[in-house]
Every structure is written in structure tokens, then in C-alpha cells.
């Protein structure tokens, strides 16, 4: 039987689920580890199935298996589940992985989503405090955007203001070296100018993603999402672009803006820009970096940049700094997750502005 709630206590016996690019930096750091102990992993990669866990994310031998069959892992004696799958066009297998894992008492940290299930309504977020409940276990969500930068920091910082107005965000990311599941399935880029639309799978995915955020930020700040629209601009490449995963075509976008506007209950705009590219684009940040800003009393502006430094970067073969924080985010929350009562764990942000105290 698993530990769930019951006596756990370090090293903390940690299971990896998938071991794509971020799922090889979450082994990486579990085995690096002092206070952690590898006790499963989980590939979706029929190649990957028997391989020792150190050999997949270059470790030394951990003497943990790889295994494709969540049967087996159900029963492993594990604390907690780093959850880090692919990103998939719906969460239907990753809401079905998630409620088995936590039936079977073992805590879940996801970076899939799940910072805010009641967004989609009491029934939806019902079947996940019952799973919890079941196991006796806890699910939060980790990442940085959403999961950190966004929907925990800009709440913080509005609690400088006696006043707020408006918060404007904006994200730049470079997406050359990521996998091409990334750049086309998940960001859009390499399709034509117009295919993306609000309605295109693609964008529904993402969009879901970060309107839950918005509805998180809304919770923080004790008020309701009111609308959220969302739209593009492209940036089109007039020649083939070839990258490490493969070539955009001329005439397909190099780059594009994901714009969503949202209106909140107590009178806040928002507007929240991501721009992703695979070229540098004139106007456009080089770097990997997000900035907030509070329209206030008083003003408030803050950036967050990730710089590249150390093993396993970027440059190094290995993963990036965006990974790296992602995967310390969540198990630097692992003590806090355990400890939680059975249930889903909202991050905490300390006294942000509020427009009325309820």
C-alpha cells in the first residue's frame, strides 16, 4: 500500500511519470537528490520500457525499471508522483491517470494543469477531491507560466497597491531547440497565417490552460472572471527556417502573439501576451522573460528572466533553464504536498490587493 498521508517521512520516495524533456530533467533531480529516493518511473516510449532510469536521463544506474503500465506502479510504495506528461490536445488521459494515482494513495504534483479544477465546474473538480479523499492524498499543480509567474506573482504584487486597474503580462519564449510537438502542436508556429484560431484544437488546449490561471488569479483576488477572449498576430518567414526539430516553411509563422484580454468582477483588465518564436523578431525580447505590470496606485513593474548556467542546459545537450525551474518548483513543494490534508493544495499567495474584503 502506498504511504499517501500515513507516515511519510525522508528521503521521500518519489515516482517520475513520462520522461520526456522535462520528465528526463525531473529524474535528473530526484536522483541528484540527498532527501529523495527514486521508486518508479513511467515512459510512454515502447524503446524506453526496462531501461534503467539513470541510463534514460544520463545517471548513473538507479536499479529502477522502466515500466508503460500504470498497473504497475499503482502499487509501488511511493510518497508522491512528479507528474509531467506530454501535452495533449484534451486532459482526458492525463484526468484519467491523475484520479488512479490518487485512489491509490499516492500524493500527485502535476504540471498538466489542475491549479484551479473548479473553474470547470463543481462536478468536475467533485471527481478529484473524491479520488483524494479515496487515497488519502493530495494533487497540486506546479510550473511557472501557468503555474508560478502569473497566477501566484502578480497577486503578490499587487499587494502594494491601494489601487488596482489594470495588470498587463507579457511572455517571450524561445522555442528553437524544444521538440516539434511543442513548436506546432502546443505553440502553432510553422502554420500558415489565419490557421490559428481560437477554435483550432491547438489553441483550445493552450487556451484551457491559461484560462484556468485567470480563474486562479480571479480566486486569489476574490472576485470572478467575467470574459476572457482570445486572439493572434503572426509573424510569417519568407524562407525556410531549418531548426534541431525540423524546418519551418516560408510562408508559415516563425513567430506568433497569443493575446488574451480578461475582465474581472471587481472592474480589473487584464491583458496577457505570449510570444512565442523561433526566429528573432525586431521589437520582440530575446531572452526568455516574462514581465508584469501593475496599472496601480502605485505603479508596480517587475520582470523575471531565466539565464542559462551549469549542467544539463540548453547548451550542454541536456534541458533548459525553463525546464529546470519547473521541475524545482514542484520538488521544492514536495514537504508541503505531503504534509497538506487529503484534497486538491492551492498555492498560497499572502494578503494581494482586493478590491472589497468578503
Known sequence: MAAGKRGAKVPYRVIQWATGKVGNEGLRQIIDHPDLELSGVYVFSEGKVGMDAGDICGRPTTGIRATNRIEDLLTVDADIILHTPMRELTSDNSDREVLALLKSGKNVISVRGYYWPRWLGEDYERQFLEACQHGNATLHANGISPGFIYDRLAPT????????????????????????????????????????????????????????MYHLMAEHWETKVKSVSLRFEYEVTDH???????????????????????DFANGVFMRSISHYYIDPIPGWEHRNVWKIEIDGEPKFVAEMPLEETGADTLTTGGYDPNGKAIIALSINAIPEVIAAPPGVLKATVFAPWRARFR
Not at 524561445?174 to 510537438?181: E, I, M, S
Not at 527556417?241 to 502573439?257: D, F, H, L, Q
Open 157 to 212: 504584487m499587487s499587494s502594494f497597491c491601494q489601487k488596482v486597474r489594470a495588470v498587463y503580462l507579457n511572455e517571450y519564449f524561445d522555442l528553437r531547440l524544444r521538440p516539434w510537438h511543442t513548436i506546432y502542436d502546443v505553440c502553432g508556429l510553422a502554420t500558415t497565417p489565419g490557421e490559428l484560431t481560437p477554435e483550432h484544437p491547438t489553441a483550445v488546449s493552450l487556451n484551457g490552460l491559461y484560462t484556468e
Open 240 to 262: 525556410d527556417i531549418t531548426i534541431e526539430s525540423g524546418v519551418i516553411p516560408a510562408g508559415t509563422c516563425r513567430g506568433n502573439k497569443w493575446i488574451w484580454e480578461v
